[in-house]
């Protein structure tokens, strides 16, 4: 249901003007209730009314969906033509309208009256009381009960399902307007929802299960645009009606969705979109709407602990107390092995404010650049290959230009699981007849095959083979001359055109070369290169299955060359855009948290760059480039690297090889964990500050499209101290003084730093709907397409010579299976949070989904238990068999702490970037009936570490 | 008159129609056709031959009175219960019909032997009033000669 | 060889006709007779059938009605040479009942092999078309404009204009579309002509598709009628062997093909775009308009969707020019229709005639008034015409003539050209609960008034049926009424009122509680 409260805050929510906007611009102009006005042809007269304030009673009407003309309630009269629906009329030059008269009244009175003739009337005691447009409209029509009723009637009967882990469906207060049908089609694009029967006896209904066991992802839309009390949330049921507003933005996926997140009594009542943000037009997914009770679990850590070795119990101080303490570790090791001993890691689910002062911590208090963020598990190869190509770190795009695209290519990338509201949003656009998919893939995603979807070219490659493909794809555009010349003639840089080209001609990337090192035809490589050249529109979208490799910069590199090649960047519609995964992950990389570049992504090596620091923070800057994360674990291992700030990562869990993880915090000194919960990392800390989740905190995140967007407490902060405030207490413990009053501060502080951000501010970011960077002097306003008039990088795009290598990781005869490891919808990460919310309920253990046909060989069915035997370690797992996954491919997912997935991956890693290589690791399966070794010790280390937890209390 | 539902037939049927435009009403029209109901093991492979969702298939299913979802009785009659036959005396008719069979229009006996369905008009008018019986027309019904259309047709009891 | 007529006819095989066949075929083998039997559409005089025509030295002499076991007794009576019988009628195009009417599109039925192509063009099948493949689609559309034609579905929505705005749009892919549905109670002439001279139709959807731009039609036939099935899906067969659909149809480089589609029973899919998205394979409820199909029709491209009657007239509007169709009619409706006596009347059947004749003179001249000998009543009551919302005639206004505005005037239509007559013993409250019942039996379920009000107003009547508060729930179904009318997305909803209403008006003490009335007084 919309809500219908005034926000006392920022909050500016767009109103519903309950027919979709029209592309015409042409005005024309008519009157409606004697008021002249003037409106775009081909709108609806409702939303011409809306628009200029004239309300018209309506409920199956809502302005992201296509009017059915169902409810009748909106019908207005025409001079000279017959009472007829305002969503369904369409506006022309000099109509005569009128909305309100004793006729209207009298047939819309009958309407509700027949309504209400189907309606139980439990206004009184319903969970939408107040918050129903049905009541509010019989309300207003002084309905006070059915006339056209005979008691003898013999009423159908309904349909109650409280499956659903979040919301509620009860048939009896339906009145079938049918928008959440048309919502789980038009913008969730999942179809789970139907009606069933016809007149009287339609039926909203999810197929032939209840919705827990339906195809429901409980995205929440329907709920949301349900009038009535038909569809609600079990937390309105339970609660009632929120009465505090306050607008945010969601912290799981990089999408970054827009949240009004309603409370009372500093509860969470429930979460809906912001209609008002750009990322997600007004729509989300259930980790955004539903999955927060982790905020407020009671394994929630709220006070500082601290210990003397890990082997120990923990002990419950105060900041101050932790504070001293730690300056106290810190400092030892800085006397005892000097600065380079220490470094942190910044997590990129903060705030770029909290993420901002982490790494002026690391970068003043420790005195070296050994700072880094998850990117480098995830997009670091992204940041390196489209700076190296088009001289920017980051997507070229907004979200908003998906409705553009005519030919989509999407490589390595899961949408519907890893970024739902942009899978949704793809689907939308994919459905739209004439507009072409391409798939990269070893996996049959949504994006492949799902109602109304079916991509047009699916290479469904071998794991790890992506740079030939897309070679070979540059072969077919080259040598079919599918390229656009004069583009690469004014936006490249010549000096290394010809190069490029002759390597790109050469043999070996031939379509029928590349079709048998990747498994797929030949025919399909030449067809995609030529659906991807059709058009100046062609947009790429592409994720990890592109940089968790061992030559992830390479995949990168070798796709942006083919939208250099085709002319494809620049343009509403086309480009390259990294589906980033974290919340802030972009934000962590353009803020400094990298041992390589500050604030804006300055060299640190640059001498001039180390005197603006040393100037800006009154602390020395080293031109030394700092270690990378997996250099900071194998440095602890030669015990180089001794004490460690780990600021919301859970590195073992999904950092790879876990053994050697585990080895190295082991032989560190000194670990410091900022976080929320004690986690696995925690068995090895000996400080653990409690941090605020982002429903208590304020700030920025940037989301995947360099969308600045706020982040504002909804809740009371449950901690005493802000991270921010943490982090500066530590500096200042240290000796390096540190101090802000507001993140506002901070704020000022970055825009004096980077350009790029100059022009920012909180307000503006309210009042537009996010902000994207660039956002200074030139573009006041943001920059939602890059590389419009000249590609960024200096001189030009380059394309980049890329030649395929097979990795070392790839299947052989002793380990015959490749392991693919990934995400799903309900689960985050290492699953700390979305673990302890009702999101559980769907998915308790991670799965090995295994083709049937490789299971039948090795004489598996779903559930068996199996030994997955890496070259480096094993665990068991459960499995379960799928069509979906490429034969010869196994997948799974790293959510769960006691599979523990990523204890068997090894150490392979791109070369440039040192991401880790997660897409490929050769493994075998046997059947087992028991846990592995290392699970079983581990499992018995999270036991004791839950003793020493007890004991702190 | 119908034949016994088996899938692998029933895949046939659907694969058949796999690049038919549109082509779901038309398939479970041929499923109805061959096996007298539509059996919802089969919602999958038709979600999947057109592109929608299982739930998607239910909604049409469920919209059409031809299209049932479990399997018919042995006879089955179906009456016509427009104006034109009405017009001329149907009802003492269905009357007799109903009493005869024991059940009620648009009821299956309990033993699966009948089953009388409700149509409105069958293009006989002129001629009515006007009953199928197991796809056999009949005009000019009469109370009278009712109950013999049915013996003389219905196999069972 | 001796050529010998049984109709496959719908109602002439319920009437007996394949037991006849089957008779003649064993005693003709029996005393070896050299004989060959041609299935013919009816001629549409039920009472005869089953009609059996000899064909006597070029001329067909007919019997009828003909039952099993009469054929006996024409074998005996030398029937095979035109023998003397009690049956024996002779011409039987010299009936006054068929010697009587206009039959512009009927002309075939009845008289051709309508499993034959080359019968029906050696009939001057295609000349129309042939002539077509020679006019540019904006002659077409003028033809049709003279011709005054106007769509016999049910909306009589002047056709030249859904042809033009159909061409005028913009758009790589086109349809025709056949409404085959005719779901009218008391309605068969679309059933006989697809039974009698099935490439009639085809021959009127090519000329449409040539007038739009069209190189795919589609039929929706309602599931209820099996044979048509079987005569379509030949004659389309055929069509395409004959080179009469397909690729460069008859070297005029056009192309044209044609597929039929059956319905699953859902009355509102006879509504045209619940018929379109039936016809995408989805469930059949009404689509908003606009976008209208002509723009946005099926698969969401522009389509011209013909009744079966408004497309075979077309056939001679464009074979005889359309002044020449306009000449017959009466008013604003223009040309011929082929209207449908049925219920309770003795001589039913389908005749075709030009608009303006009084629905007195057709139940008189040619229904032959209400049938004494059948216990539906003795006296005329009531005339329903167009089908189960149509409006209810009483014996006084039975002299409006049969044209659209007159019966728009009464606050009816002629709808489909079902004229349903009743006999004293029909229930006024009964069909006035019918009319009801099949709206929400049949409603969608889109819109509001219809989907529950239909169903409130069935409920209602069931009370006045039982006596129970009348007269104020005759006030409350008014209005209820007045609500459906008014504001029903689609027809169903929006005319269910008109049965409703004309009843109430003519036959006003069934339905007031005579109690009541005597203690107020
Ligand atoms: N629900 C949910 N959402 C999330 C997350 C989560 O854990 N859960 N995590 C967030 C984070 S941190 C990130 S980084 C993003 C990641 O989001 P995505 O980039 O979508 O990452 P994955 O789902 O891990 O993998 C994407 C695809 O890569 C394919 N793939 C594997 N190997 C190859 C290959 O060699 N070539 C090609 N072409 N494809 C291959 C896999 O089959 C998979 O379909 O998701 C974010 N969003
Ligand atoms: N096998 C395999 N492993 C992978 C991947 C894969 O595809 N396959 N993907 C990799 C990728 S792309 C990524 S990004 C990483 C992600 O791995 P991680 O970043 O380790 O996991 P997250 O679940 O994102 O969260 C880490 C921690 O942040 C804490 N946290 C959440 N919110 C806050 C907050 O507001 N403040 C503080 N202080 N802490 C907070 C959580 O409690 C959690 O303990 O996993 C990597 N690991
Ligand atoms: C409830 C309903 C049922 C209808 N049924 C039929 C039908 O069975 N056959 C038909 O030709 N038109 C039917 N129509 C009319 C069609 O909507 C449409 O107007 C007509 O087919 C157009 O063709 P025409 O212009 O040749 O009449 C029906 C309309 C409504 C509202
Ligand atoms: S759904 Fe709305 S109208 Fe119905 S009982 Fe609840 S509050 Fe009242
Ligand atoms: S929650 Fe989302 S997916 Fe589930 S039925 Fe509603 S709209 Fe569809
Ligand atoms: S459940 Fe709600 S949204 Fe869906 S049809 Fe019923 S009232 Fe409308
Ligand atoms: S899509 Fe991503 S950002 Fe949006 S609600 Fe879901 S998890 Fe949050
Ligand atoms: S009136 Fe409304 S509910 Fe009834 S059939 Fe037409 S659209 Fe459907
Ligand atoms: S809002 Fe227009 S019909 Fe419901
Ligand atoms: S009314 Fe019964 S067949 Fe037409
Ligand atoms: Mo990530």
């Given at each position: 249901m919309q809500s219908k409260y005034n926000p006392s805050n920022a909050i500016n929510v767009k109103c519903d003007y309950g027919t979709p906007a029209v592309d015409s611009k042409k005005e024309v102009s008519l009157t409606i209730?004697?008021?002249?006005?003037?409106?775009?042809?081909?709108?609806?007269?409702?939303?011409?009314?809306?628009?200029?304030?004239?309300?018209?009673?309506?409920?199956?009407?809502?302005?992201?969906?296509?009017?059915?003309?169902?409810?009748?309630?909106?019908?207005?009269?025409?001079?000279?033509?017959?009472?007829?629906?305002?969503?369904?009329?369409?506006?022309?030059?000099?109509?005569?309208?009128?909305?309100?008269?004793?006729?209207?009244?009298?047939?819309?009175?009958?309407?509700?009256?027949?309504?209400?003739?189907?309606?139980?009337?439990?206004?009184l005691v319903c969970s939408a009381n107040g918050d129903c447009d049905l009541q509010t409209l019989c309300a207003e029509h002084g309905v006070r009960g059915s006339r056209f009723l005979v008691e003898d009637r013999k009423p159908h009967k309904p349909v109650i399902d409280h499956s659903a882990p979040y919301f509620d469906y009860e048939s009896t207060k339906c009145i079938s307007c049918y928008k959440c049908v048309r919502v789980c089609i038009e913008t969730q694009g999942t179809f789970a929802l139907t009606v069933k029967g016809r007149g009287l006896n339609s039926e909203v209904c999810p197929g032939l299960f209840d919705f827990k066991n339906s195809i429901c992802v409980s995205c929440g839309k329907c709920i949301e645009v349900c009038p009535t009390a038909s569809l609600n949330e079990k937390n309105i049921v339970s609660m009632g009606l929120p009465s505090k507003q306050v607008a945010t933005t969601c912290a799981y996926c990089g999408v970054g969705c827009g949240l009004i997140v309603e409370t009372k009594m500093d509860e969470i009542v429930r979460i809906t979109p912001n209609s008002n943000t750009a990322s997600n037009k007004n729509h989300l997914c259930v980790k955004g709407r539903f999955a927060y009770d982790y905020v407020t679990h009671k394994e929630r850590i709220l006070e500082p602990l601290i210990r003397e070795n890990i082997n120990a119990p923990w002990k419950k101080v105060s900041f101050d107390e932790a504070f001293a303490f730690i300056a106290k570790g810190f400092n030892q090791i800085k006397e005892k092995y000097g600065n380079e001993a220490l470094g942190s890691l910044a997590s990129s689910r903060c705030t770029i404010e909290e993420i901002y002062s982490l790494q002026k911590l690391n970068r003043t208090a420790f005195g070296n650049n050994n700072i880094d963020n998850c990117a480098r598990r995830c997009h670091s190869p992204t940041g390196y290959g489209l700076e190296q190509t088009l001289g920017t770190s980051s997507g070229t795009q907004d979200f908003n230009s998906i409705e553009q695209v005519d030919v989509f290519l999407i490589v390595g990338a899961n949408p519907t699981n890893a970024h739902p509201v942009v899978g949704s949003r793809l689907k939308k656009r994919m459905r739209v007849s004439g507009v072409k998919t391409i798939v990269i893939d070893p996996m049959e995603t949504e994006l492949v095959n799902s109602p109304l979807i079916k991509a047009d070219v699916h290479l469904q490659i071998k794991p790890g083979t992506n740079v030939a493909v897309l070679n070979a794809i540059a072969h077919v555009l080259v040598t079919q001359n599918l390229i656009d010349k004069k583009y690469i003639k004014n936006y490249l840089d010549k000096t290394f055109v010809q190069e490029y080209m002759d390597f790109i001609k050469q043999e070996q990337h031939s379509p029928e070369n590349v079709a048998k090192i990747a498994e797929v035809s030949s025919y399909d490589i030449v067809k995609a290169a030529n659906i991807y050249a059709s058009s100046h529109k062609s947009s790429i979208y592409y994720g990890l299955g592109v940089t968790e490799h061992a030559h992830g910069s390479d995949g990168v590199m070798t796709l942006a060359n083919l939208a250099m090649l085709t002319g494809n960047l620049g343009r509403d519609g086309s480009g390259i855009n990294p589906l980033r995964g974290q919340n802030n992950v972009q934000g962590a990389c353009d803020v400094g948290a990298y041992p390589h570049s500050t604030i804006g992504y300055e060299d640190v090596t640059s001498q001039k760059v180390a005197d603006k620091y040393t100037k800006a923070w009154g602390v020395k800057q080293t031109t030394k480039v700092g270690l990378k994360m997996p250099e900071m674990i194998d440095n602890a291992l030669q015990d180089k690297f001794k004490g460690f700030f780990i600021q919301g990562e859970e590195i073992m869990q999904s950092e790879p090889d876990l053994p050697r993880i585990a080895k190295a915090l082991s032989k560190m000194d000194f670990v410091v964990q900022l976080d929320l919960f004690l986690n696995e990392t925690s068995a090895f800390a000996h400080v653990f500050l409690p941090g605020c989740s982002f429903l208590e905190k304020n700030g920025i995140f940037i989301n995947a499209e360099r969308r600045l967007s706020r982040v504002r407490n909804a809740l009371k902060p449950k901690v005493e101290l802000q991270e921010w405030q943490t982090i500066a207490k530590v500096a200042t413990a240290m000796g390096f003084d540190m101090h802000y009053n507001q993140p506002e501060e901070i704020l000022d502080e970055m825009k004096g730093l980077w350009d790029d951000i100059s022009e920012v501010s909180y307000d503006k970011i309210d009042l537009l709907g996010g902000v994207q960077w660039p956002c200074n002097k030139e573009n006041p306003n943001g920059s939602p397409v890059l590389h419009q008039d000249k590609i960024i990088r200096k001189g030009g795009g380059a394309l980049k010579i890329c030649d395929y290598q097979e990795t070392k990781s790839t299947a052989d005869v002793d380990f015959p299976f490749t392991l693919i490891t990934g995400r799903i919808l309900v689960h985050y990460n290492v699953g700390t949070q979305t673990r302890r919310t009702k999101n559980s309920e769907w998915h308790e253990k991670d799965e090995l989904l295994i083709h049937p046909s490789d299971a039948q060989s090795l004489a598996l069915k779903t559930g068996d238990l199996v030994s997955l035997i890496s070259k480096t370690n094993a665990i068991s797992i459960m499995i379960r068999l799928s069509k979906k996954v490429k034969v010869g491919t196994v997948f799974t997912t790293f959510h769960h702490p006691d599979t523990a997935i990523n204890a068997i991956q090894g150490w392979e890693k791109d070369k440039v970037t040192k991401c880790p290589e997660f897409k490929v690791t050769a493994v075998k399966i046997e059947a087992t009936n028991t846990l592995s070794e290392w699970q079983i010790t581990r499992n018995e280390q999270i036991e004791k570490q839950k003793d020493f937890f007890e004991a702190s209390i | 008159m119908f034949k016994e539902y088996d899938f692998d037939?029933?895949?046939?049927?659907?694969?058949?129609?796999?690049?038919?435009?549109?082509?779901?009403?038309?398939?479970?029209?041929?499923?109805?056709?061959?096996?007298?109901?539509?059996?919802?093991?089969?919602?999958?492979?038709?979600?999947?031959?057109?592109?929608?969702?299982?739930?998607?298939?239910?909604?049409?299913?469920?919209?059409?009175s031809d299209f049932k979802t479990t399997p018919r009785a042995k006879n089955v009659i179906k009456v016509c219960m427009a104006e034109g036959c009405y017009a001329r005396k149907s009802k003492n008719m269905i009357k007799v019909l109903c009493d005869t069979l024991e059940i009620d229009i648009g009821e299956e006996r309990d033993d699966g032997e009948f089953e009388i369905e409700e149509v409105f008009c069958l293009g006989n008018c002129a001629v009515g009033p006007n009953i199928v019986v197991n796809e056999k027309l009949y005009a000019r019904v009469t109370s009278d000669n009712v109950k013999n259309i049915i013996n003389k047709n219905c196999k069972g009891k | 060889m001796?050529?010998?007529?049984?109709?496959?006819?719908?109602?002439?095989?319920?009437?007996?006709?394949?037991?006849?066949?089957?008779?003649?075929?064993?005693?003709?083998?029996?005393?070896?007779?050299d004989i060959k039997i041609i299935r013919n559409g009816s001629w549409g005089l039920f009472w005869l059938e089953t009609l059996v025509e000899v064909e006597v030295n070029g001329q067909r002499i007919a019997y009828g009605p003909v039952n099993e076991e009469d054929v006996a007794e024409l074998f005996a009576a030398n029937f095979l040479n035109g023998g003397e019988h009690k049956l024996r009628i002779g011409d039987i195009t010299k009936v006054p009942y068929l010697a009587k009417q206009t039959r512009l599109c009927f002309a075939r039925v009845g008289l051709v092999d309508p499993m034959d192509i080359d019968d029906y063009i050696k009939h001057g099948g295609f000349t129309a078309l042939k002539k077509a493949f020679s006019m540019s689609p904006a002659m077409i559309i003028k033809e049709m404009e003279y011709s005054g034609l106007r769509g016999r579905g049910g909306a009589a929505f002047p056709s030249y204009l859904k042809l033009q705005a159909t061409k005028d749009a913009i758009a790589e892919e086109k349809f025709v579309v056949c409404n085959f549905d005719e779901g009218d109670s008391g309605t068969f002439s679309d059933r006989m002509m697809g039974e009698g001279d099935p490439f009639m139709i085809l021959e009127g959807m090519f000329l449409t598709a040539l007038a739009v731009g069209a190189s795919e039609g589609y039929i929706y036939l309602r599931s209820e009628y099996p044979i048509v099935r079987k005569v379509l899906n030949n004659a389309i067969d055929l069509a395409r062997q004959a080179g009469w659909l397909g690729k460069n149809v008859q070297n005029s480089n056009r192309d044209f093909d044609i597929h039929l589609r059956v319905g699953a029973g859902s009355y509102v899919c006879g509504e045209e775009t619940a018929l379109?998205?039936?016809?995408?394979?989805?469930?059949?409820?009404?689509?908003?308009?606009?976008?209208?199909?002509?723009?946005?029709?099926?698969?969401?491209?522009?389509?011209?969707?013909?009744?079966?009657i408004s497309l075979v007239s077309m056939v001679p509007i464009i074979e005889k020019g359309g002044e020449e169709y306009a000449k017959y009619g009466y008013d604003r409706s223009r040309g011929t229709c082929p209207f449908q006596l049925s219920g309770n009347i003795k001589y039913g059947g389908l005749v075709e005639l030009p608009f303006g004749i009084t629905v007195r003179d057709i139940i008189d001249d040619f229904g032959g008034g209400v049938e004494f000998s059948f216990d539906g009543g003795r006296e005329l009551k009531l005339v329903q015409i167009g089908g189960p919302l149509g409006y209810h005639m009483s014996k006084n206004d039975l002299d409006n003539?049969?044209?659209?505005?007159?019966?728009?005037?009464?606050?009816?239509?002629?709808?489909?050209?079902?004229?349903?007559?009743?006999?004293?013993?029909a229930s006024a409250k009964e069909l006035a609960h019918f009319a009801f019942d099949f709206c929400a039996l049949e409603s969608c379920g889109t819109c509001t008034p219809c989907r529950i009000g239909s169903r409130r107003g069935a409920e209602m009547m069931e009370q006045v049926i039982s006596g129970k508060s009348v007269n104020e729930n005759i006030i409350l179904i008014k209005e209820l009424c007045d609500t459906l009318t008014q504001t029903s997305l689609c027809a169903l909803g929006g005319i269910t009122a008109v049965p409703v209403l004309s009843l109430i008006k003519h036959f006003p003490n069934e339905f007031e509680d005579r109690y009541n009335k005597y203690v107020r007084r």
């Open positions: 209730d004697g008021q002249t006005i003037t409106a775009f042809e081909g709108e609806s007269i409702m939303r011409a009314s809306l628009k200029n304030g004239i309300n018209i009673p309506r409920l199956c009407a809502t302005d992201s969906l296509k009017p059915i003309g169902g409810c009748r309630l909106c019908i207005v009269e025409i001079e000279g033509a017959r009472t007829t629906t305002s969503c369904t009329a369409i506006v022309a030059e000099g109509l005569v309208v009128t909305t309100e008269s004793k006729e209207l009244f009298k047939l819309r009175k009958n309407l509700l009256d027949l309504y209400i003739s189907e309606h139980p009337l439990d206004c | 037939t029933a895949l046939k049927i659907i694969e058949k129609n796999i690049n038919l435009r549109g082509g779901l009403v038309e398939t479970l029209r041929n499923l109805a056709d061959v096996f007298g109901y539509i059996n919802e093991e089969l919602y999958p492979a038709l979600a999947n031959a057109f592109s929608l969702s299982e739930a998607g298939v239910l909604g049409v299913v469920s919209f059409y | 001796i050529k010998i007529y049984v109709p496959l006819d719908t109602t002439s095989v319920s009437l007996g006709a394949d037991e006849v066949v089957q008779e003649i075929t064993r005693l003709a083998k029996q005393n070896n007779q379109l998205n039936s016809l995408e394979g989805k469930r059949g409820t009404v689509r908003v308009k606009p976008p209208f199909p002509v723009h946005k029709g099926l698969f969401g491209k522009p389509t011209a969707l013909f009744n079966v003539p049969l044209d659209y505005e007159h019966f728009k005037a009464l606050g009816g239509h002629i709808g489909h050209g079902g004229i349903i007559v009743m006999g004293h013993d």
